[in-house]
């Protein structure tokens, strides 16, 4: 059963900074293509970045580029989202996706295609 547990969430002052874990179970991290989605309250869910499986390479949207930084550890069946400089508006709830197909950028938005599996979420709160 292939499942994604997300941590690292929590209560974090503006310009602060947390790392968010996401551990796979069920499947092999390596075969996966994974990503980061966020909804904020009162908004759709969009997406953050993704690691593709075929050659780890990362996806960003462009207004997360340079705060927000994708890894993964397959040693540890983890993936990892580095936030820094923290603002309010990156209040929301954090979800991880494991992904059997691919992911892309398409009109400035993350995109994917294939059999998508979710974890429950992270509560991520910027607020001093």
């Known amino acids: 059963q292939v499942q994604a547990v997300e941590s690292g969430g929590g209560l974090v002052q503006p310009g602060g900074s947390l790392r968010l874990s996401c551990e796979a179970s069920?499947?092999?991290?390596?075969?996966?293509?994974m990503g980061w989605f966020r909804q904020a309250p009162g908004k759709e869910r969009e997406g953050i970045s993704c690691i593709k499986s075929v050659d780890d390479s990362t996806v960003y949207v462009e207004s997360m580029k340079g705060r927000f930084a994708i890894s993964r550890d397959n040693a540890k069946s983890t993936v990892y989202l580095q936030m820094n400089n923290l603002k309010p508006e990156d209040t929301g709830v954090y979800y991880c996706?494991?992904?059997?197909?691919?992911?892309?950028?398409?009109?400035?938005?993350?995109?994917?295609?294939?059999?998508?599996?979710w974890g429950k979420g992270t509560l991520v709160t910027v607020s001093s």
């Open positions: 996706l494991a992904l059997e197909g691919v992911c892309a950028l398409a009109a400035g938005r993350l995109i994917y295609f294939g059999r998508d599996y």
């Open positions: 069920g499947f092999t991290l390596d075969s996966y293509t």
